[in-house]
């Protein structure tokens, strides 16, 4: 069982960053896919990027340009960096990880983008 950890969440003003981070409880040199995901209210949580083992990345266009998803082996933490925000960012952001058929998620950290 991984346990994931979110942390860097909060308030920021439209056109500024924030830096998300995820700790795994565990190594994460075997998870497959890791990844961030995110649920607007009163929308449907959808995917903001993932990063595979090998580093490849992929990213929903929304945020392509503006986010840069990043993992580090050796500290088992995936990093989301999110600059140009806008009020549209705003959610609960949810790290995530999947190895073989299992996934796992975090507890989720709040950003909110003030306009």
């Known amino acids: 069982q991984v346990q994931l950890v979110e942390s860097g969440g909060g308030l920021v003003q439209a056109g500024g960053s924030l830096r998300l981070s995820c700790a795994a409880s565990?190594?994460?040199?075997?998870?497959?896919?890791m990844g961030w995901y995110r649920q607007a209210p009163g929308k449907q949580r959808e995917l903001v990027a993932t990063?595979?083992?090998?580093?490849?990345?992929n990213y929903v266009d929304s945020v392509k340009g503006r986010f840069t998803i990043s993992r580090d082996n050796a500290k088992n933490t995936v990093d989301l960096q999110m600059n140009s925000l806008k009020s549209e960012d705003t959610a609960v952001y949810y790290c995530?990880?999947?190895?073989?058929?299992?996934?796992?998620w975090g507890k989720g950290t709040l950003v909110t983008v003030s306009s």
């Open positions: 995530y990880a999947a190895r073989g058929v299992i996934n796992y």
């Open positions: 565990e190594s994460i040199f075997s998870i497959n896919v």
């Open positions: 990063i595979r083992t090998g580093g490849s990345t």
